[in-house]
């Protein structure tokens, strides 16, 4: 499942790994560039619009939950972080990478405000039941559009349920 997906090149990327691949946005006209790479890579993926505030995602029904680049305020984050850990099942693997506090000084992309921004901390803390638990600050340069351009500070999540 890739939560927050935009345009679906996360999506689409694991479809053509072979994976079946659900993704929510509530973005209508993301979903729809979603199905369009989709079809323009041969593969099919299942897109849900919907709005992650209050998304139910079912207990322990997924291997795989992946959120790129999705940033919330802190409330939606610890509540969203629970529903994700939920859903996926013992040994699921969840993937993520989100800007950083640090990443206001860059000013490279990602949210303006520190509110909607993520901390190494933040995320240990979210995920420490986990079985395997890989948590990184990174500082790279990210290339991926007009908005996101530049040398950028992420957290970088793989964890095993
Ligand atoms: C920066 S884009 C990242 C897209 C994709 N994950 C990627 O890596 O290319 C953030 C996405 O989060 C979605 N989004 C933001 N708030 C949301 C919410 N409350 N519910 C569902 N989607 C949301 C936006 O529509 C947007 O497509």
Redesign the pocket.
Known sequence: M?L????G??AVYLATQRFDVTC????ES?LKKTQQLAETHGVSVCTEC????HYEIEHEAWDGIV????H?DEDLRTSLYQRMSAGLKPGGTLLMEVYSKEQLSFGTGGPKTIEYLNSKQELEAAFAEFSSVSIQEVTREIKEGAFHNGMSATVQVQCIK
């Open positions: 890739c927050a997906e935009g345009e090149r996360n929510v946005d509530f973005s993301g919907a709005d992650l505030s959120m790129i680049f999705g919330f």
